[in-house]
Every structure is written in structure tokens, then in C-alpha cells.
């Protein structure tokens, strides 16, 4: 009785000879050349190695969360702000670019300098990069095919953890995880300021418990379950954060300086907590004030407004940062933070 594997090479050996073409075979597994591929190990073998480079806000964050649960173990997560961002791109790209098969940039951008460094480079290695950003600043990169900024989609706005969950959802990446576009839709109501207008304190409740369990343990509660359905000892953390942040946001009131800078008349405060809190809750009360900036001398400065005519994402990319129009933030750079440390010391206190 014939086989399928007898039929198949028969049909082959005949093609062969009509065409002139003489067939020796001397494989012992040479049935195997009509078995049916086996999809599952080409499937293993052709596993993406990804590198991530993401924000480290709860947005930022949470496209870490995305990459684990669409990537597995395949991807690195380099969390960035925009004071190394170009720094750490740079060193991958005159370094180690061929360790990766894809690499992600989400919720920030790189700068014109290392923007114009990817375009140089040969097209294999430019189809390795996608940038997603959802920053009014950021737009300029449109004209890079590897990027795609998107402030809105179809009149909603966009966050970073939105655009990528788009992006791998198209990619056939992540499935039907109950509760992920659930929590995708927080971050982004949270991120856009969004949930302030639909008093949607589950969103802020989810950022509220980012920096009560801290980056990695946030990453790995999501990973395990995403979704954002609050534990009884989650909601009892939360409400206890909520008192100290009702409590840090009015002491940090009394410290408000106000000061012009350029044509602006804006809000100074120190602080290192709660910062989108402490800079909409000040914004509202100094009503004086152009902007509020709140600045955390060990990492950034933040910049908040309630105001439309005032744009603070144009105000912080003129310092080196970028973001939205009412809510944006600049990095302090190394020798801002040392010629302060000579300030305060060259000065004695009577």
C-alpha cells in the first residue's frame, strides 16, 4: 500500500525528470522532506527578541506591563526619563542593536540629534525601531517613517500605554486577557487628565497604587492579573494614601513662591511627592499664577496649568523636556544641580 510520503516523492521524481533535472537522494530521513512542517517549534524559534525603552510614570510603566504579558521573557525594559533617554538609545544603536529584533520606544521621544543617528543607519536596522508618543511636542517625528506620534485618536486622547496596546493588539500580541483594554482605559483617563472631568477616581486610584507598591511590584501584580479591580488590601493602602497626600498637598501650599519668568507669572514650589496632585490642587487655588513648577531637584521639573491660553508643553521643551499643553516636565541637568549645591553652601545662615 502506498504511502503519502511514497505518492509525494513519486509526483516529485517525475517533475524532476520531465524538466531534465537528474535526483539522487541519499539522506536517511529522506521522508521527511514532504512531513508537514511543525508549526509550534517555528513558531518557538521565531520568537521576537525586543528591547523597550518606556517613560516612568504609570504610562510609561504600564507599556512595561503590555510588553511582559505580549512578549513574555523576550523583552528588556529600559524605564527612562528624558534626561538619559537619548543617551541609553544611543548606546544601543553604536552598541548592541543587533541583540534585538524590535525595539520600542513608548511615552517619550528622542531628541533631533538621535533621531537623525537612527535615520542613518542601513534600512534593516531602521525597521527594527518604532517610536509611539502621544506628546503635542513629540509631532515633529512624524516625519520619520519609524515614528508615530499621536496626541488623539478619533477625538479621544492618546496616552502611550493606549498607542501601544493599538499597536500590539493589531499585532495579534496580547489575545483576550480579561480586564487588559480595562486597565489599558484607566491609564490613559488618568494619564490625559481625563478622569478628572468624569470624576473617574478608579483611574487615579490606579496611579495612587503605582507609587504605593512601587515599579516592580505594580509590573508584576498586573502581569499575574491585569486586571484593575482593586484587592480589599489594595483599597485599604489606597485610602490611607489618600490622607497623606490630602495632607502633603496642604503643607506644600504654604511654600508656594511666586515669581515672573519671561512674560509668565508662575508658582515655584519644592516638592518630591505627588506631583500631578500637588500641581492641578495648586493650580486651581493660585489662580494668579500662569503655571505652577514644581521642582524635585534629584530628577525634574514639573509644569501644570489649568489655564487654555498657556501652553506648558511649548514652556518645557524650551528647557529640554516636552509633554502636554497643561501639563508637561524638563530635566534639571548635572550642572544646574551642582551650581546649586555651591549656592547653598556659599551662603552661611546667621
Known amino acids: 500500500m502506498k504511502t503519502d510520503y511514497d505518492q509525494q516523492m513519486q509526483d516529485f521524481l ?30 518557538v524559534s521565531q520568537e521576537l527578541k525586543v528591547k523597550l525603552f518606556t517613560h516612568t510614570d ?4 504600564s507599556c ?3 510588553g511582559k504579558l505580549a512578549f513574555k521573557d523576550n523583552i528588556d525594559i529600559d524605564y527612562c526619563s528624558y534626561e538619559d533617554i537619548n543617551e541609553k538609545v544611543g548606546k544601543l544603536i553604536d552598541g548592541y542593536v543587533e541583540k534585538y529584533d524590535k525595539i520600542f520606544i513608548t511615552d517619550l521621544s528622542v531628541n533631533e540629534e538621535m533621531a537623525s543617528a537612527i535615520e542613518k543607519k542601513p534600512q534593516y536596522i531602521k525597521d527594527k525601531f518604532t517610536l509611539l ?16 506620534v499621536k496626541v488623539s485618536e478619533n477625538g479621544v486622547a492618546a496616552s502611550g500605554t493606549s498607542l501601544f496596546y493599538e499597536f500590539l493588539q493589531k499585532e495579534g500580541r496580547l489575545g483576550n486577557q480579561t480586564g487588559i483594554a480595562d486597565y489599558v482605559e484607566l491609564v490613559r483617563q488618568y494619564d490625559t487628565w481625563e478622569w478628572k472631568e468624569k470624576e473617574n477616581y478608579h483611574a487615579k486610584q490606579l496611579n495612587d497604587l503605582f507609587y504605593i507598591l512601587g515599579r516592580e511590584r505594580f509590573v508584576a501584580r498586573f502581569i499575574a492579573d491585569c486586571s484593575p479591580n482593586f484587592t480589599e488590601a489594595e483599597q485599604l493602602l489606597l485610602d490611607i494614601e489618600q490622607e497623606k497626600i490630602d495632607r502633603y498637598i496642604k ?11 519671561n512674560e509668565y507669572t508662575v508658582g515655584i514650589v519644592y516638592a518630591e511627592q505627588y506631583i500631578s496632585e ?9 489662580r494668579q499664577v500662569d503655571f505652577i513648577a514644581i521642582v524635585n531637584m534629584s530628577r525634574s521639573i514639573s509644569y ?11 514652556i518645557a ?6 509633554g502636554h499643553q497643561k501639563a508637561a516636565g524638563s530635566p534639571i541637568l548635572r550642572e544646574i544641580k551642582e551650581r546649586v549645591a555651591e549656592m547653598v553652601f556659599s551662603v552661611p545662615v546667621a
Open 14 to 43: 517525475a517533475k524532476a525528470k520531465n524538466l531534465g533535472i537528474k535526483v539522487t537522494l541519499h539522506s536517511q530521513e529522506a521522508s521527511r522532506l514532504f512531513e508537514k512542517p511543525d508549526r509550534e517549534s517555528q513558531r
Open 58 to 61: 504609570t504610562d510609561g510603566v
Open 64 to 66: 512595561g506591563v503590555l
Open 133 to 148: 508618543d502621544h506628546h503635542i511636542t513629540a509631532e515633529w517625528l512624524n516625519d520619520y517613517e519609524w515614528a508615530d
Open 251 to 261: 503643607a506644600r501650599s504654604k511654600d508656594v513662591m511666586v515669581r515672573p519668568i
Open 278 to 286: 500637588l500641581g492641578n490642587a495648586l493650580a486651581e487655588s493660585y
Open 304 to 314: 501644570r496649568t489649568v489655564k487654555d491660553n498657556i501652553n506648558v508643553g511649548e
Open 317 to 322: 521643551a524650551f528647557f529640554g523636556g516636552g
